[in-house]
C-alpha cells in the first residue's frame, strides 16, 4: 500500500487558468519530488525538496512553481499551461537524499493532467 | 549525455519466464533500481542492485554487472498480473534517478 497520496486525480484546464497539485506523504519522509511521465517517455524530475529545502530544479518552466511547507507536503502551482504540458504528474518520496536502498523512492498515483 | 535502455515492449505466455534488459550509461553509479507500474497506477519499488551479481526475491530476480552497464530483470511464472511495464533506474553521482521509458511488457494466456 502505497504511503503517499494525491489529489486531485484528475484535472483539465485551460491555458489561462491557475490550479494546484497536492502531494502528502504518510513515511515520515524527508524528501520529496515531482515527476512528469509522459506516454512512451522516461520519467522526467521536475523538483526535489530535501528537509523543505529546494535542491533541484532541472529547467522546469516558471509556469510550474513547486511548494513544500513541510516534510510531509508537496504542492505545485500551475499558471497559464501550454496543451504539451498535458502528462500525469507523479509525486515521490524517500527517506534521505544520499543513495543506496534506503533511498528507494515510494509513489504516488498521480495525477492526470489535461491542458486544453 | 546520460542514457538508460530498455525494450520498448515484450510479449510473453502466461507460465513462462521472460527477461528485461536494461543498458545504462551514467555519471557516477549509485545503485540500480527496478519499478512495476501498472496502467493508471503508480510505480512500485521491486528491486535495488549496487554489486554485481543476482538478487532474487521470490518470482522476481534482478542481475547486475557494472562493468558492462547491464542489468537485468528476469520474472518466473508468469501471471496474468505481471502485464505491467517495467522501469529501470540509475542513480547517478548527484543521488538522481535516470530513467529509463519503460518496457511494457504483455502476457498471452
Known amino acids: 500500500e502505497t504511503g503517499v497520496t494525491q489529489t486531485p486525480r484528475h484535472l483539465v484546464m485551460g491555458m489561462t487558468n491557475k490550479k494546484s497539485l497536492k502531494c502528502e506523504q504518510h513515511l515520515g519522509h524527508n524528501a520529496m519530488y515531482w515527476y512528469k511521465q509522459s506516454a512512451k517517455k522516461p520519467l522526467e524530475l521536475m523538483f526535489v525538496y530535501n528537509f523543505k529545502e529546494q535542491t533541484e530544479n532541472n529547467s522546469v518552466p516558471s509556469r510550474f512553481s513547486p511548494e513544500c511547507p513541510n516534510s510531509s507536503h508537496l504542492f505545485l502551482h500551475l499558471h497559464t499551461l501550454q496543451p504539451e504540458d498535458s502528462a500525469l504528474y507523479l509525486c515521490?518520496?524517500?527517506?534521505?537524499?544520499?543513495?543506496?536502498?534506503?533511498?528507494?523512492?515510494?509513489f504516488g498515483p498521480g495525477t492526470r493532467l489535461t491542458v486544453l | 549525455g546520460q542514457n538508460i535502455d530498455q525494450p520498448t515492449e515484450m510479449t510473453a505466455t502466461e507460465g513462462a519466464i521472460v527477461q528485461i534488459n536494461c543498458t545504462y550509461q551514467?555519471?557516477?553509479?549509485?545503485?540500480l533500481f527496478w519499478y512495476q507500474q501498472h496502467a493508471g497506477e503508480a510505480p512500485t519499488f521491486l528491486s535495488y542492485n549496487v554489486l554485481d551479481g543476482l538478487e532474487e526475491k521470490g518470482r522476481f530476480s534482478s542481475f547486475l554487472s557494472r562493468s558492462k552497464g547491464y542489468s537485468y530483470l528476469l520474472l518466473k511464472e508468469l501471471q496474468m498480473k505481471d502485464s505491467a511495464s517495467y522501469l529501470c533506474a540509475v542513480m547517478d553521482s548527484n543521488y538522481q534517478l535516470i530513467w529509463g521509458a519503460g518496457t511494457k511488457l504483455i502476457i498471452k494466456p
Open positions: 551514467t555519471s557516477g553509479f549509485n545503485g
Open positions: 515521490a518520496s524517500s527517506p534521505l537524499l544520499a543513495g543506496g536502498p534506503t533511498d528507494t523512492q515510494y
